[in-house]
Every structure is written in structure tokens, then in C-alpha cells.
């Protein structure tokens, strides 16, 4: 049986699932691009040598690539992560269509 306090746990809560990609890379807010490690229709992984670069909650823009293609985006950084891997979750909170249809393209 759990208790109410069990409840209250900080767990991070996906709204969508995201997987391993490779060949895609983000360049957040003016920084060099980095290797994108997962990716899903609205959330996504940036390997970064520094995470604390960007602030959490922040709306960013992000530019996308992939092979032939790039998706301008606004982008929350939601988690920070040092290890096993350093890098950040992003959020992705605006697309336009065309650039959504980018994304969806550059994930398949």
C-alpha cells in the first residue's frame, strides 16, 4: 500500500515516447550543433559538453537537421543531465506545420 507522501515523488512524465536516432543534430539558441541522441514527435535528447549553458524553462529556438532537412523550433530545456550522459531534454512547445512535417521526416 503507498502512502500519500509516496505520491508526491518527482517523476518525470513523457507525453510522448522518444528513441535512439542517429545522423540528426540541434544547434540550440546561437551554440554549435550537437548530436541529437533520441528524439520523438515533441521531446528530444542534445548531448552537450556543458548542460548548465542553457537555463531550464526558458523558451528557446533550436534549429533541427537532418539529412536534407531542418525544422526551426521553440524549445523548453526540461532536464539537465551529467550521467551517464551529459546533455539536455527539450520539450518541443511550437512548430510550424512545414516544420513539423520536417521533424516528423527527419525521425523516420
Same mark, same amino acid.
Given at each position: 500500500?503507498?502512502? *500519500? *507522501?509516496? !505520491?508526491?515523488?518527482? %517523476?518525470?512524465?513523457?507525453?510522448?515516447?522518444?528513441? +535512439? #536516432?542517429?545522423? !540528426? #543534430? =540541434? =544547434?540550440?539558441?546561437? $551554440?554549435? @550543433?550537437?548530436?541529437? #541522441?533520441?528524439?520523438?514527435?515533441?521531446?528530444?535528447? %542534445?548531448?552537450?559538453?556543458?548542460?548548465?549553458?542553457?537555463?531550464?524553462?526558458? +523558451?528557446?529556438? =533550436?534549429? $533541427?537537421?537532418?539529412?536534407?532537412?531542418?525544422? $526551426?523550433?521553440?524549445? *523548453?530545456?526540461?532536464?539537465?543531465?551529467?550521467? +551517464?550522459?551529459?546533455?539536455? @531534454? !527539450?520539450?518541443? #512547445?511550437?512548430?510550424? +506545420? *512545414?516544420?513539423?512535417? @520536417?521533424?516528423?521526416?527527419?525521425?523516420?
Amino acid at each position: 500500500m503507498k502512502l *500519500d *507522501d509516496e !505520491l508526491d515523488d518527482d %517523476v518525470e512524465r513523457r507525453r510522448g515516447v522518444r528513441g +535512439p #536516432v542517429t545522423g !540528426l #543534430v =540541434a =544547434a540550440i539558441a546561437g $551554440l554549435p @550543433a550537437a548530436p541529437i #541522441v533520441e528524439a520523438g514527435p515533441k521531446a528530444l535528447f %542534445v548531448e552537450l559538453p556543458d548542460p548548465d549553458v542553457l537555463p531550464l524553462g526558458v +523558451p528557446t529556438e =533550436a534549429v $533541427l537537421i537532418g539529412p536534407g532537412r531542418r525544422a $526551426l523550433a521553440r524549445v *523548453d530545456v526540461i532536464r539537465k543531465e551529467i550521467a +551517464p550522459r551529459r546533455g539536455v @531534454a !527539450l520539450l518541443i #512547445v511550437h512548430l510550424s +506545420p *512545414d516544420d513539423e512535417a @520536417a521533424w516528423a521526416a527527419m525521425r523516420t
